[in-house]
T-cell receptor, first 113, second 113 residues
Framework: DTAVSQTPKYLVTQMGNDKSIKCEQNLGHDTMYWYKQDSKKFLKIMFSYNNKELIINETVPNRFSPKSPDKAHLNLHINSLELGDSAVYFC????????????FGEGSWLTVV | AQSVSQHNHHVILSEAASLELGCNYSYGGTVNLFWYVQYPGQHLQLLLKYFSGDPLVKGIKGFEAEFIKSKFSFNLRKPSVQWSDTAEYFCAVNNNAGNMLTFGGGTRLMVKP
């Protein structure tokens, strides 16, 4: 069973559209994250949630809105998509505490045309 | 704020050559250090991590890393690389609260058969 699963894996959409990426983890972790990896492979944290509460919002445009219905799910909704939003979005999860490993999903390749 | 720098952006080696990838971090407090690997088209997987104890850490697939606190470094090493080690390697640092895993810019390793 996949520990951190996200859907869809590939998404091609037009500018201005609204889209969502779903993420679920079955590891029993308290903390979930969204990371963005750009075309140069640079990885940057977007959001961190602990027990459904937002912990970190790293200067992400408010077109990006995470939603955590329960601690096993963290979905990412993006409004009014722009060309610069094209990237790979990784969901991840971990137990609370800095020594704990963060487990990543397989990524969602978003292309905005 | 914490930051991570990886000095080698691209490394090309022949099989059986030895590998050392540099990683330096900047953070004033206690850190937890990680190396992740991303094979082409795949998600990030943990190679090894350090949070306390022996500063020489052994990971999967023959990789090891040494934490040198005085140099703020956590370099990754492998005595003899294989073609299958071709991938992107990311150094990362987390604080003890564990909610802010910060990645370096990545090093792309290509191993020629």
């Amino acid at each position: 069973d996949t520990a951190v699963s996200q859907t869809p894996k590939y998404l091609v959409t037009q500018m201005g559209n609204d889209k969502s990426i779903k993420c679920e983890q079955n590891l029993g972790h308290d903390t979930m994250y969204w990371y963005k990896q750009d075309s140069k492979k640079f990885l940057k944290i977007m959001f961190s949630y602990n027990n459904k509460e937002l912990i970190i919002n790293e200067t992400v445009p408010n077109r990006f809105s995470p939603k955590s219905p329960d601690k096993a799910h963290l979905n990412l909704h993006i409004n009014s998509l722009e060309l610069g939003d094209s990237a790979v979005y990784f969901c991840a999860s971990s137990q609370a505490g800095g020594e704990n490993t963060i487990y990543f999903g397989e990524g969602s390749w978003l292309t905005v045309v | 704020a914490q930051s991570v720098s990886q000095h080698n952006h691209h490394v090309i080696l022949s099989e059986a050559a030895s590998l050392e990838l540099g990683c330096n971090y900047s953070y004033g407090g206690t850190v937890n250090l990680f190396w992740y690997v991303q094979y082409p088209g795949q998600h990030l997987q943990l190679l090894l991590k350090y949070f306390s104890g022996d500063p020489l850490v052994k990971g999967i697939k023959g990789f090891e890393a040494e934490f040198i606190k005085s140099k703020f470094s956590f370099n990754l090493r492998k005595p003899s690389v294989q073609w299958s080690d071709t991938a992107e390697y990311f150094c990362a640092v987390n604080n003890n609260a564990g909610n802010m895993l910060t990645f370096g810019g990545g090093t792309r390793l290509m191993v020629k058969p």
